[in-house]
């Protein structure tokens, strides 16, 4: 049979459209072969090949993202190699005698023991806390070490008196270059039997403090280019403990404020501005939880912590884990299922809190342990907060409270300080 030319003449002769009829369907669309394969080519057509351009874009991209994993793994293998090194003849070490450290919570504990290690240096010491007795304290012993010391009474919750305190410091002896946010405060109450007051107090000491403090300070940091902000933190900032929901929490936070600051000073160029985070385990006579009941893992002494500290310091550390073993414990956390993880921290730390601590003074306790003015008589007493008439009120407070005749003594035997640490 003989197909006739003029029907395939018509199919030829353009709609209209621009399109030869019988091929479209007005839409620019062949007639009964409108729909893709499913890989981008319309059955009947034969696929259009990307114009140079695309091609270069694309191999351009793949050799840019080949080149930039390379590179990412020749620096890992550098930093690993550099790390051996380390290990192996041991991490080069600053000098701090011509810094300036302000260290919050300086009044007892970890924090007076910083603080007479880095007055025997020779670095000028600054100290925050509530406790003018314990500023008092610290003040005298650095100084008969032949240190340099000045107290101030500064609530470090209140961001409005830590930006004044860090005027006065500015002007009083000069830019900080070493800050230690050491400060913090512990209920030790299950979660449903912790007052508000006291979860938010934990949070603006533990870990909003660190916000005020490192903005008072940083930028001097970054316009004469050297600083280090050192953070306190916890292990409790990697795992939870049961009756420490308000303070793991806080930790948590506190870990990740010093990790994300870190970084951001990396990206924004600011490479001599280090940070270093401390995660200690209990420590021993701070006042806080000498009847925790830990197990497997020994309590630490309080001066064998402070000379870690001081030694990452000096050695530009990143990540102190105290004692160094339980590193490799946290990175099994992320491997075993959490049946294993939450039997082996409730049996790590059956209680942290054996005997609790009295709602109706944790409150007045917990209050006043967590502020930090001069004591200094060459300071400005503007900035001074708490005055002896709190601390009589506090004392009178307390000694109206019935005790048990053996007192918690994570009350009675603190004072009222920021410079305590736990876990």
């Given at each position: 049979m003989v197909k006739n030319n003029n029907n395939l003449m018509a199919e030829d002769i353009p709609n209209g459209n621009g399109l030869p009829n019988g091929n479209a369907n007005g839409h620019g669309i062949p007639n009964g072969h409108g729909l893709s394969n499913g890989n981008g080519v319309v059955h009947g057509q034969e696929p259009v090949a990307p114009p140079a351009s695309g091609w270069r874009q694309i191999l351009w991209n793949s050799w840019d993202a080949f080149a930039d994993v390379a590179w990412f793994i020749i620096c890992c293998v550098g930093f690993i190699?550099?790390?051996l090194y380390y290990i192996v003849f041991g991490y080069p070490e600053k000098e701090l005698k011509t810094d300036i450290a302000l260290i919050t919570g300086g009044g007892n504990g970890l924090g007076r023991l910083l603080a007479e290690r880095l007055g025997k240096m020779g670095t000028k010491v600054i100290i925050w806390d509530i406790n003018k007795k314990g500023i008092a304290e610290t003040v005298e012993i650095v100084e008969e070490a032949g240190g340099y010391c000045k107290g101030y009474v500064v609530?470090?919750?209140?961001k409005e008196e830590v930006y004044k305190a860090a005027d006065v410091i500015r002007e009083e002896v000069g830019d900080i270059t070493l800050l230690i946010n050491n400060a913090g405060v512990v209920s030790g109450l299950h979660l449903l039997d912790t007052p508000d007051h006291l979860i938010e107090r934990s949070f603006n000491v533990n870990v909003m403090a660190h916000f005020w403090t490192t903005k008072a300070f940083l930028p001097k940091m970054i316009e004469n280019d050297r600083g280090h902000i050192a953070t306190i933190a916890s292990l409790a900032g990697h795992v939870g403990i049961s009756k420490l929901v308000d303070y793991c929490a806080s930790k948590f936070a506190a870990v990740g404020f010093d990790e994300a600051l870190r970084l951001e000073l990396e990206v924004l160029g600011h490479t001599n501005i280090r940070t270093t985070c401390i995660c200690p385990f209990f420590i021993q006579a701070t006042g806080m939880f000498d009847d925790v009941n830990a197990r497997w893992v020994p309590t630490l002494n309080p001066n064998d912590v402070?000379?870690?500290v001081i030694s990452a310091i000096r050695k530009n550390e990143k990540l102190a884990v105290i004692p160094g073993f339980l590193?490799?414990?946290?990175?099994?956390?992320?491997t075993f299922p959490w049946g294993c993880v939450g039997g082996l921290l409730r049996r790590l730390v059956p209680d942290a809190s054996p005997q609790g601590l009295p709602s109706s003074i944790g409150a007045v306790a917990t209050a006043t342990a967590t502020s930090a003015s001069p004591v200094?008589?060459?300071s400005k007493s503007s900035i001074a907060t708490t005055t002896a008439a709190d601390m009589a009120a506090l004392d009178a407070e307390l000694s109206s409270v019935t005790l048990p005749a053996k007192p918690p003594s994570m009350l009675i035997q603190r004072t009222p300080?920021?410079?305590?640490?736990?876990?």
């Open positions: 190699l550099q790390d609530d470090i919750s209140k402070a000379d870690r590193k490799a414990l946290l990175s099994l956390k992320w200094n008589a060459k300080s920021l410079g305590e640490r736990v876990l």
